[in-house]
């Protein structure tokens, strides 16, 4: 149950998702039924069918940041790639850089540029930004979706929008809570007027979310920490509607992960801060009861968290099953339900 390499597969390379649905809820929707263990077919459209009146719709509003960055080598003229991780204050970002060293200055063009200051044990950098002006809104005019590595392709305009939910708010993500990314407006409304309780939280997806596990005891997996916000008024109505029964329903692994760390004698409280929640199997909710996801990366951390809420058996069964049937898998892929 602890060995990592418990929860590995092996997935054709040709069902990695490259592209991403245009029409975002016309994705396929596999339903995972807990008690039965029946898998079902289905269109992401359709997830109105599975929430009744009074059931919780809760949403992760963070919104990525473009932090994928090319620049070059002050001295050299060498190309130099970069990815920002977390502000730490005014200017200065924590990062990863291809072939980075401390004192390397970088140009990105004639108005910035930046200098490492320091490498850190984790592997990240600090890096120093110069720029005379509101420096995220340079960014969105020269950073690039932050796609993942098994995205074999650059970067396109299409990515600036389908990489990002449309109920995106607040910008401080390195990467999609790529749940969300089936939605669309009308299907939000669909779910509201079935009566749904649709809510918002926040948690910025960093370094911790994609950090590879690379021990082979799950429990020594070091989880890194990552912002969250869940205000009184979410906590009040999500615990207000499971007292009732209704269902509890998270779009991504995030939301659950921010869920659990707010849990105080079977309650949800509201807070701000810093977690690290680590959720694997064997592991007992106690405010998520269902959960919207994509398929992930075997031996990653959201693969832990799903097994933890469905069972590792029927996990693997179920991601058996979207191989045979070529469901999408990962980022850009198809989604799943599990109740």
Avoid at 136 to 151: F, N
Avoid at 166 to 171: G, S
Avoid at 233 to 249: C, F, P
Wanted: proline content about 5%.
């Amino acid at each position: 149950m602890f060995q990592i390499s418990d929860y590995d597969f092996e997935l054709p390379k040709s069902l990695i998702a490259q592209y991403p649905q245009l029409k975002r809820d016309e994705c396929r929707l596999m339903v995972v039924h807990r008690k039965t263990k029946r898998l079902e077919h289905r269109i992401f459209k359709e997830l109105p069918e599975y929430v009744a009146s009074g059931d919780v719709l809760v949403l992760n509003e963070t919104k990525v940041l473009p932090a994928r960055l090319f620049g070059k080598k002050a001295k050299s003229g060498g190309r130099i790639e970069l990815l920002l991780l977390k502000e730490e204050k005014s200017g200065m970002w924590s990062c990863l850089i291809r072939r980075g060293k401390p004192g390397l200055r970088i140009d990105f063009d004639e108005e910035m540029s930046a200098e490492v200051l320091e490498k850190r044990s984790s592997g990240e950098f600090l890096l120093k930004f110069n720029y005379n002006g509101d420096l995220l809104e340079k960014l969105h005019k020269i950073g690039l979706p932050p796609l993942p590595p098994y995205i074999r392709r650059e970067s396109t305009q299409d990515d600036r929008e389908y990489y990002q939910t449309v109920y995106a708010k607040k910008i401080g993500s390195v990467a999609a809570p790529t749940a969300g990314l089936h939605f669309t407006s009308s299907l939000l409304a669909a779910m509201a007027k079935r009566g749904a309780h649709v809510l918002s939280l926040l948690l910025h997806i960093g370094r911790a979310t994609f950090k590879p596990v690379k021990v082979k005891d799950i429990r020594e997996h070091e989880m890194g920490s990552e912002y969250f916000l869940l205000t009184y008024e979410v906590a009040d109505k999500i615990n207000t509607q499971r007292e009732l029964g209704k269902k509890i329903m998270g779009v991504g692994t995030s939301i659950a992960r921010v869920l659990e760390t707010q849990v105080e004698n079977r309650y949800l409280k509201p807070g701000k801060g810093w977690t690290d929640k680590f959720i694997y199997p064997p592991f007992e909710f106690k405010i998520l009861n269902s959960l919207i996801t994509n398929f992930h990366l075997p031996k990653s951390t959201p693969l832990l968290l799903v097994c933890a809420l469905a069972g590792r058996d029927l996990m693997m069964k179920a991601y058996s099953e979207a191989i045979q049937e070529k469901y999408r898998f990962y980022s850009y892929g198809d989604a799943m339900l599990i109740l």
